[in-house]
């Protein structure tokens, strides 16, 4: 099965700084690439993803970024605000199976 | 167009009871699944379900837990005799098609087993 880890577990960043979150994974059959947001007592929502065709997709101060040779992909969070506090999670996916979701990346943005 | 609805949002059960959570995934989705969440832990997958059919229930533990998805209904998945390490947020999401479309998730329900 997907061997999936995150790195850093814990990850704190004054407001404004960039923050990234590194996702490795064992499957070269996975195909998509989601990252997923945690805030407390709620949830994960998504936030962004990617497809194994793209090496890289933006989205205002989100990015990813893929690398399948690798295997690994990034999420890139830039000008960090206070309310960027939360857990995410990557969880890379390949056909025929549900997602799974690596240990998660507790981030603290702090002002 | 209402989100992944579960319910309840809190259950609190006595060793030995049964828990039952539902999950009504959102409207066009046909796809289901379960994790469970302990404190300070990642989202361990349990099951993936169609309607009437599941898919993959290499995460479920082999006794007490059981799940399904019937053709009418929201998606149950229960829980038999709960002991007290069953205590965890119990999160459904759904899908329209397989999990590369993007799951939605629901606000889980906390299980506390007293």
């Known amino acids: 099965g997907e061997n999936v880890e995150q790195h850093p577990s814990t990850l704190s960043v004054q407001e404004g700084d960039s923050a990234v979150i590194k996702c490795t994974y064992s499957d070269s059959a996975s195909n998509y690439f989601p990252w997923y947001k945690q805030e407390l007592g709620k949830g994960p929502q998504l936030i962004i993803d990617i497809r194994s065709n793209v090496g890289e997709k933006k989205d205002q101060r989100i990015a990813v970024t893929l690398n399948k040779t690798a295997k690994h992909f990034s999420l890139h969070i830039t000008e960090t605000q206070p309310e960027d506090s939360a857990v995410y999670f990557c969880a890379p996916y390949q056909a025929g199976t549900a997602l799974i979701f690596g240990k998660g990346t507790t981030l603290s943005v702090s002002s | 167009n209402a989100g992944v609805m579960q319910n309840p949002r809190h259950l609190v059960r006595r060793r030995g009871q049964e828990a039952r959570l539902r999950c009504s995934p959102m409207k066009g989705h046909s796809h289901v699944y379960w994790y469970r969440q302990l404190p300070e832990e990642g989202l361990k997958f349990m099951v993936y379900?169609?309607?009437?059919?599941?898919?993959?229930e290499s995460g479920m533990p082999k006794e007490r837990f059981s799940a399904e998805f019937p053709k009418e209904g929201p998606s149950i998945l229960r829980i038999q005799q709960v002991v007290r390490g069953d205590s965890a947020a119990y999160f459904c999401?759904?899908?329209?098609?397989?999990?590369?479309?993007?799951?939605?998730f629901g606000s889980g329900t906390r299980l506390t087993v007293v």
């Open positions: 999401a759904s899908s329209p098609q397989e999990p590369i479309s993007g799951y939605t």
């Open positions: 379900l169609q309607k009437e059919n599941i898919i993959d």
